[in-house]
């Protein structure tokens, strides 16, 4: 695995792709840190506040399996839909008043000319497009993808990414910030760029080069 140093390697490397792949939380900016503020704003009510340690645990799972390791963990009960509009409630509002921006990396890769954007997130469409709109880029990715959404692993779209975008593996480059997903990008042939943040430091293995935004 080879460190990126600044945006010069970091374009040497990609410049031959036709498609960046991005995850969304922790990868296009630092969403995870007020995601879990607002999970933590929800618990309050059962006195329950969820510590770093818990947190880096639970990071990577999509929001239903969070649910039901939250109760068994805290052997609690919640409606969960409730629950998230709840939660997704406090999280845009903290993604305004904080005024969130997406890493200095992206923005300089969404200036690239002939290459088409796209998203594969677990989180749901609503809240992708909801923090897309807020920060007025959703109209640099060509399909926001969603596997809550959808009801599919994410695995499943990166094994095929001809069948949901439209480009052969050895044409795109993934941006990730889980070594799952990376494994399974880099399996594929895929360029597979692991995003290092506070919540996965010194974790990140699985991926072809590594850009930290800490």
Known sequence: MKFLKNKKELMLNIKSKKMYLFDFDGTLADTETLHWKAYNMCLEEYNIVLSNKNIKRYIGNQETKIYKMIKSDYDISFDEEVFFKKRISF????????????????????????VEFNILSSNRLEVLEAVLDIWDIRDKFNLVISAATNNIDKETVINNTYDYYGYKKGDVALFEDSNKYLKVGMANNILSIGIEHYYNSNSLTNCDYLWSTL
């Open 91 to 114: 999280y845009l509002e903290l993604v305004k008043s904080q005024k969130l921006k997406p890493f200095s990396y992206v923005f300089d890769l969404l200036e690239c000319e002939g």
